[in-house]
């Protein structure tokens, strides 16, 4: 999906350090959900964010892991101390808030590998 | 907790058969529902969503919704070895979706 956004495609950490990925919407899309996706298993929810709000973050592990919307810029995930146990691909989706139905199109998502 | 499963497959079909594809949730109160297609390596593509009970049809595609059996299912009709993929249902549950694990799909030339 031409889209939405996401960047970097690959990126490699080494435990303990920090990892940074990022979405933009498809336009005119202002939520934004992430979802990680483990090895052989599927999408599992993490967070639900719109512009400068985060709506539903119960998916999220409660250390390490945080997410942002701002109003100007892409959305942020954000790893600290990366394990590897991190090491997933992880996937950001949009919908549109006149859909009234929850279609999300999802972006082709970052590979976090942690060494 | 509220869950989707699906059968982890791989279902294996000759080219040109109808490939049916099914999924059960358990949340009564998911009104939505979608069918994703992955290939390997890829991110979900969505194919077909469904918000009412019956079959909804697209192409080669007929997704149909069971809401008081909590049934969902994809039929792909003359399916293609292009269509050799992972497909994921999902079911909607308070504005976010919620997957099951996926159904491998194999079309054999």
């Known amino acids: 999906n031409a889209g939405v956004m996401q960047n970097p495609r690959h990126l490699v950490r080494r435990r303990g350090q920090e990892a940074r990925l990022r979405c933009s919407p498809m336009k005119g899309h202002s939520h934004v959900y992430w979802y990680r996706q483990l090895p052989e298993e599927g999408l599992k929810f993490m967070v639900y964010?719109?512009?400068?709000?985060?709506?539903?973050e119960s998916g999220m592990p409660k250390e390490r892991f945080s997410a942002e919307f701002p109003k100007e810029g892409p959305s942020i995930l954000r790893i600290q101390q990366v394990v590897r146990g991190d090491s997933a691909a992880y996937f950001c989706a949009s919908y549109a808030t006149e859909s009234s139905y929850n279609e999300q199109f999802f972006g082709p998502g970052t590979r976090l590998t942690v060494l | 907790q509220k869950e989707v499963e699906q059968n982890s497959g791989p279902l294996s079909v000759p080219e040109g058969a109808i490939a049916s594809l099914n999924c059960t949730y358990s949340d009564r109160g998911s009104q939505s529902f979608f069918w994703y297609r992955q290939y390997s390596g890829k991110s979900p593509e969505l194919i077909m969503s469904?918000?009412?009970?019956g079959d909804k049809e697209d192409g080669r595609f007929t997704a149909q919704l069971n809401k008081a059996s909590q049934y969902v299912s994809l039929l792909i009709r003359d399916s293609q070895p292009s269509d050799s993929a992972t497909y994921l249902c999902a079911g909607d549950s308070s504005y976010k979706l919620i997957f099951g694990s996926g159904t491998r799909l194999l079309v054999r030339p």
């Open positions: 964010l719109q512009k400068e709000n985060i709506i539903d």
């Open positions: 469904i918000y009412s009970n």
